[in-house]
């Protein structure tokens, strides 16, 4: 064992702080705990974290979660004492007072690693450091005496990294028929020799290969709609016979989830059924995701070359680290550490993607070695294509090549696809969507440092190859600068908009202060008013910005043709590369005409009668009274209208499938929410019901002592609950105001009790690492409010006990009630909550050993939403005294229980 690093280390959490130096460790105040961070450089981990502990933001140290990220690069880690002792093969520590030795003890280990002969990730680990210490890193002096320097000189990071190969294009994809005996001989291949027989599964493959047939009428795709209960063991059920057609007819199929977690664990499934690689080298299983989550490697370049400052180039160096040992170079939900990002407190991971659609393509030095090019590529070769439902969507809709669109989609998760159609297919022309259009066309405005470059800049061999192309990309310059630019928030604010777009959304703004009834303006939050009976000033100032965003879009039309005439009459000096780069162009042109028209069509509303189709509206957003946007906002009433065009039409098979996709027994909404009637066409169903029980494993508790709106009644309850479980308690909340003030009351009481307790929106943690923490630690809670509803999958001990704080009602907002209106009124409410309530009681049991209760705080339990519930889960009413009996008691498995409700009564 490598000795401990003797400098003084420091921990803090809710239940107080522990600094450890001259070999031993004692408790101190945080006052003491700040001095010695101030005076010396201290061990410590999760600065952020710890700062927020201790109530001073400025703390700096010597972060361990940053030297593990140097050390090891893209490898997993739970940014925790105990998740650092796991990764790293130390005992895990037995209190708070244990943890500033563990971090001496890992520091050793980890510096013991760089000066070992068998460090995997020693290449250029020398030349970043040399780096590092230019910058100030902490560590770099520390390191500095463990990694010796290379004998020969390391190549740098772009020259290191692999080119992607260019493939002849894909054929379109056999006509095949998979016969049922074929799928089930693939499913008992792909859940292995010995594994038991699910009857359930079967039935599942044998459905799921029918989407998979031939089409028999143009825009009539195979359309299944499959309800696959938790523990069918869908994934395997779906992958049968998407593997045996892909196999079969030599083409593509997409599955598509909504949660990166599902994501990751189809990419594990998938092994069962594909290899790693092909013989030739190439990858059959793919994950693909938006170009925003991918690293940029022009920005990086650009960012270790004096782009960023400070942490921000710190991190920079930390993340080229990375990329050189990344899988797939995704930074969002890949082999980045999603706490890495938190540790810089800036937007730096962000800025290192291309958010902003200002990739030069085959213009770029790294184009050959990009990651999103590779992803791009690769996924047209491959047989299975892990996506998320926004991209299928949007690469349905706009995908730079046709022949990559998916015509064969299972849709995992497939209850979220509404939801990703409503925003996929949303309209909104506010502040922040305005100026990142004229960043897109005018470049750089002030002095700020970056590659990023205008239209001009990225298109200038054309303008000056080509007149009309020359002339119309300065047209669309000049016109450009209507839109809003950098402080136009505070211009709102002062009352002096600068051109006609700021005027329009500083009277838009003026409209919403003046109609707003919803108490959201004290309480800090946004605030909205309908696009009706418009004021004569906010329909003026929307003719004028309608004229501004036309004079916007016609040289951009001109220079789209002007490019294409370019391609086809082809100069001399036009290399692949070069037109490769000017379709790229093309294609980015397309969207934001797209997206110029729909905002004038927005605008060109406002004045006139509605559209039934559409819900419009405008809105001042805002998170605790800080405004960070206006805008007017468009959203499809029914948004499986424009999914069905886009979506099913084209495709040739498509299915959805979820454990709650059906209401109860009930399959109306769901075919409602597939959006095959809009092409007319009935879809298949088929159920599949989970095979555990529910009766024995599972109680649903409603607690009814517990008042509405008594704040510190709530806090109480979930302390007492939180105790009786012993932990592994998620806490599920409506409002974040609630979660906050619920965790500041009781947070450090647990602590003190050995149960910590995390919350998303408090602490400095990105959801995905709050549930890696979570799930690693029993004896810890979390708290959170949508994204966990369904986000969440923690078979075993570390999820005993979901809490929900009250109903789940639908926000009233003035979509909600459109929709409300138009699709039955209060029942439609109820869906949504039923909804709600099984996606929630989804996360109690996951495997067939699991066991937990269900608890809801609100005496005023409708009984109509009990049927929310699989069928037979014990419903039982009761007080909180009760209720903690049970939690304590646990779920034996074999208890009755005492008042059940007969749901059918109800
Ligand atoms: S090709 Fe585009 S996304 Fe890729 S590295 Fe270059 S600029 Fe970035």
Redesign the pocket.
């Known amino acids: 064992m490598p000795a401990p690093v003797p400098l003084p280390a420091l921990h803090a959490s809710h239940a107080g702080s522990w600094l450890r130096d001259a070999g031993a460790t004692r408790t101190c105040s945080r006052g003491e705990a700040i001095m010695a961070s101030a005076d010396t450089p201290v061990l410590l981990l999760n600065a952020p974290l710890v700062a927020t502990r201790l109530g001073y933001p400025d703390l700096s140290g010597l972060d361990l979660l940053e030297l593990y990220a140097f050390v090891h690069p893209a490898r997993f880690c739970v940014p925790t004492p105990r998740g650092l002792a796991h990764a790293l093969d130390l005992d895990e520590p037995a209190s708070d007072d244990a943890v500033p030795a563990l971090l001496q003890q890992a520091a050793g280990v980890l510096l013991e690693t760089c000066a070992a002969d068998d460090w995997v990730e020693r290449e250029g680990a020398w030349s970043a450091l040399q780096s590092l210490m230019r910058l100030r890193w902490p560590w770099a002096q520390v390191l500095a005496p463990h990694v010796a320097r290379p004998e020969k000189a390391e190549k740098w990071l772009f020259s290191r990294l692999p080119e992607w190969e260019e493939a002849p294009e894909r054929p379109a994809p056999g006509q095949v028929l998979i016969e049922e005996p074929e799928i089930e001989a693939q499913l008992a291949h792909l859940t292995g020799a010995g594994s038991e027989r699910r009857e359930g599964q079967r039935a599942y493959a044998r459905d799921v290969g029918k989407v998979f047939a031939p089409r028999g009428k143009r825009g009539a795709p195979h359309v299944l709609l499959a309800q696959a209960g938790t523990g069918i063991g869908k994934t395997l059920g779906y992958l049968a016979p998407a593997s045996l057609w892909a196999s079969a007819a030599q083409g593509t199929v997409w599955v598509s989830t909504y949660t990166k977690n599902l994501q990751r664990q189809l990419r594990g499934e998938s092994r069962r059924a594909w290899p790693e690689r092909r013989a030739d080298g190439s990858q059959p299983v793919v994950v693909r995701k938006g ?1 925003e989550n ?1 690293l ?4 990086l370049e650009d960012a270790l070359q004096g782009g960023f400052g400070g942490r921000a180039a710190i991190l920079a160096h930390l993340v080229a680290r990375w990329a050189a040992y990344s899988r797939d170079g995704d930074m969002i939900g890949g082999d980045l550490p999603g706490w890495l990002g938190t540790l810089f407190r800036k937007r730096g991971i962000a800025a290192l993607t ?1 958010q902003r659609g ?4 085959a213009g ?1 030095p ?2 050959r070695k ?4 590779r992803a791009a590529r690769a996924s047209a070769q491959a047989d299975l294509v892990i996506a998320n439902h926004a991209l299928v969507m949007v690469n349905a809709a706009r995908g730079r090549d046709h022949a990559q669109r998916p015509t064969r989609i299972v849709f995992d998760e497939g209850h979220h696809v509404f939801d990703a159609a409503d925003s996929t297919f949303a309209a909104a022309l506010s502040g922040q969507e305005a100026i990142e259009l004229r960043r897109w066309i005018v470049g750089p405005e002030r002095k700020s440092k970056g590659r990023r470059r205008g239209l001009a800049a990225r298109l200038a061999d054309v303008a000056s190859y080509d007149e009309a192309g020359g002339e119309a990309i300065e047209a669309a310059l000049e016109a450009a600068h209507a839109l809003p630019s950098d402080g136009w928030l505070q211009r709102l604010h002062d009352g002096e908009p600068y051109g006609p777009l700021e005027a329009l959304l500083a009277a838009v703004r003026g409209c919403v202060y003046a109609r707003d009834e919803s108490g959201g303006q004290e309480a800090g939050y946004g605030i909205e008013t309908e696009a009706a009976g418009l004021p004569g000033p906010v329909i003026e100032a929307a003719g004028h910005a309608q004229a501004a965003l036309a004079a916007i879009r016609r040289p951009l039309a001109k220079l789209a043709v002007r490019l294409e005439a370019v391609v086809e009459d082809a100069p001399d000096w036009l290399d692949g590369q070069g037109r490769a780069r000017i379709e790229g162009a093309r294609h980015s042109l397309a969207w934001r005409i797209d997206l110029l028209l729909a905002w004038e069509a927005l605008l060109d509303r406002l004045g006139g009668p509605a559209d039934p189709e559409f819900v419009d509206w405008l809105a001042v957003d805002r998170s605790e009274a800080r405004e960070f946007d206006v805008g007017i906002h468009r959203r499809w009433l029914d948004p499986m209208k424009p999914f069905a065009r886009v979506v099913l039409e084209p495709a040739h098979g498509v299915m959805l499938t979820s454990a709650t996709l059906r209401d109860g027994e009930d399959w109306s909404s769901a075919v409602e929410r597939a959006g095959t009637r809009h092409i007319e066409i009935e879809p298949h169903l088929a159920s599949a019901e989970s095979p555990f029980d529910y009766a024995r494993r599972a109680e649903v508790l409603i607690v009814t002592d517990v008042k509405r709106g008594d704040l510190p009644a709530l806090a109480g309850a979930y302390a007492r609950l939180v105790e009786a479980a012993g932990g592994g308690v998620l806490g599920l909340f409506t409002a974040v105001r609630r979660l906050r003030a619920v965790h500041g009351r009781i947070a450090d009481r647990l602590a003190r009790a050995g149960l910590p307790l995390y919350a998303q929106h408090v602490d400095p943690i990105d959801t995905g690492t709050l549930v890696d923490i979570f799930r690693d630690d029993p004896a810890a809670s979390l708290l959170g409010t949508d994204a966990l509803r369904d986000g969440v999958d923690v078979p075993g001990h570390s999820l005993r006990c979901v809490v929900m704080e009250q109903v789940p009602w639908p926000r009233p907002d003035i979509l909600h009630r459109a929709r409300r209106a138009a699709n039955g009124g209060g029942a439609y409410d109820d869906r949504i909550i039923r909804a709600r309530l099984a996606q929630a009681f989804g996360r109690l049991i996951r495997s067939k050993d699991d066991a937990g209760h269900f608890v809801v705080l609100s005496a005023a339990f409708p009984s109509r939403l009990l049927s929310a519930f699989p069928p037979g889960t014990p419903v039982i009413r009761l007080t909180l005294a009760e209720a903690l009996q049970r939690v304590a008691a646990g779920v034996s498995g074999g208890e009755t229980a005492r008042t059940v409700e007969d749901r059918q009564s109800s």
């Open positions: 170009r991918y940029c490697l022009l920005n291309d200002e990739c030069v393509y770029c790294h184009y990009c990651f999103i090019e």
